[in-house]
Antibody
Framework: QVQLQESGPGLLKPSETLSLTCTVS?????????WGWIRQPPGKGLEWIGS???????YYNPSLKSRLTISVDTSKNQFSLNLSSVTAADTAVYYC???????????????WGQGTLVTVSS | QSALTQPASVSGSPGQSITISCTGT?????????VSWYQQHPGKAPKLMIY???KRPSGVSNRFSGSKSGNTASLTISGLQAEDEADYYC???????????FGGGTKLTVL
C-alpha cells in the first residue's frame, strides 16, 4: 500500500522559507510517476502547487513559480517543497500526492498524504 | 476565483441522485479527457473518486459516475447515503502553461 507523509515546521514568520518533505513508503519513487504538492487554505479550495518526476523534470504553478522549488531524493524515497518569501496568504494545509500522467499530461492524484498545516504569522 | 466553476452547494435525500457540474473552458475540460473528482470529508485528505472523466478507482462505489459534455464535466452520485456528505472537487489538466486547475468545491448535504 502506497503511503505518503508530510513533515516540516508548522509555524513560519513572513519572509521566511517554507520547507516540507514528503516521505513515501510502499512504492519506490524511482520506479516512476510524478510526485507533487497541493495546498488548501483554511476553509477554501484546493490549489495545485507543482509536480516533479523522479528524473528531476518538473512543472510549477505559474503563480508560484518564482518562489518555488520542488526536488526529489530517490535515495531517501522523499521529495521536498521549498517556497520562499512566504506571507499570510501562504497559510494552508499542504498535501503531497502521487500523480498519474500520460506523458506530461497530468491525469489524477491517486494517493495523498494526510496533510500538514503551515501557518505564517508574525 | 477558481479556474473551474462548481456550484457552492447541492443537497439530496437518502436514496436520491444528485449531479455536480464542473464548468471549464476549451483550454482545459473541453480539450482533454483528464478530469478527476475528489471527495473530502472534514479534516481529511481528498480521496480520488473518478479519473479520466469516467473511470472509478478500485474500491470506489459504482454509485459514483462521471461524464463530460463540451466544457462541462459532471459527477453523479446515485442512491445517496449519509456517508456521501462531503466536499467534492473537480480537477482538470489545462495544457503546458497552466498544467492543473481545480474547481472551487461543492458541499454536498444529505438531508
Amino acid at each position: 500500500q502506497v503511503q505518503l507523509q508530510e513533515s516540516g515546521p508548522g509555524l513560519l514568520k513572513p519572509s521566511e522559507t517554507l520547507s516540507l518533505t514528503c516521505t513515501v513508503s510502499g512504492y519506490s519513487i524511482s520506479s516512476g510517476y510524478y510526485w507533487g504538492w497541493i495546498r488548501q487554505p483554511p476553509g477554501k479550495g484546493l490549489e495545485w502547487i507543482g509536480s516533479m518526476y523522479h528524473s528531476g523534470s518538473g512543472y510549477y504553478n505559474p503563480s508560484l513559480k518564482s518562489r518555488l522549488t520542488i526536488s526529489v531524493d530517490t535515495s531517501k524515497n522523499q521529495f521536498s517543497l521549498n517556497l520562499s518569501s512566504v506571507t499570510a496568504a501562504d497559510t494552508a494545509v499542504y498535501y503531497c500526492a502521487r500523480i498519474h500522467s500520460s506523458g506530461s499530461q497530468f491525469s489524477d492524484f491517486d494517493y495523498w498524504g494526510q496533510g500538514t498545516l503551515v501557518t505564517v504569522s508574525s | 476565483q477558481s479556474a473551474l466553476t462548481q456550484p457552492a452547494s447541492v443537497s439530496g435525500s437518502p436514496g436520491q441522485s444528485i449531479t455536480i457540474s464542473c464548468t471549464g473552458t476549451s483550454s482545459d475540460v473541453g480539450s482533454y479527457d483528464l478530469v478527476s473528482w475528489y471527495q473530502q470529508h472534514p479534516g481529511k485528505a481528498p480521496k480520488l473518486m473518478i479519473y479520466v472523466g469516467s473511470k472509478r478507482p478500485s474500491g470506489v462505489s459504482n454509485r459514483f459516475s462521471g461524464s463530460k459534455s463540451g466544457n462541462t464535466a459532471s459527477l453523479t452520485i446515485s442512491g445517496l447515503q449519509a456517508e456521501d456528505e462531503a466536499d467534492y472537487y473537480c480537477c482538470s489538466y489545462a495544457g503546458r502553461s497552466t498544467f492543473v486547475v481545480f474547481g472551487g468545491g461543492t458541499k454536498l448535504t444529505v438531508l
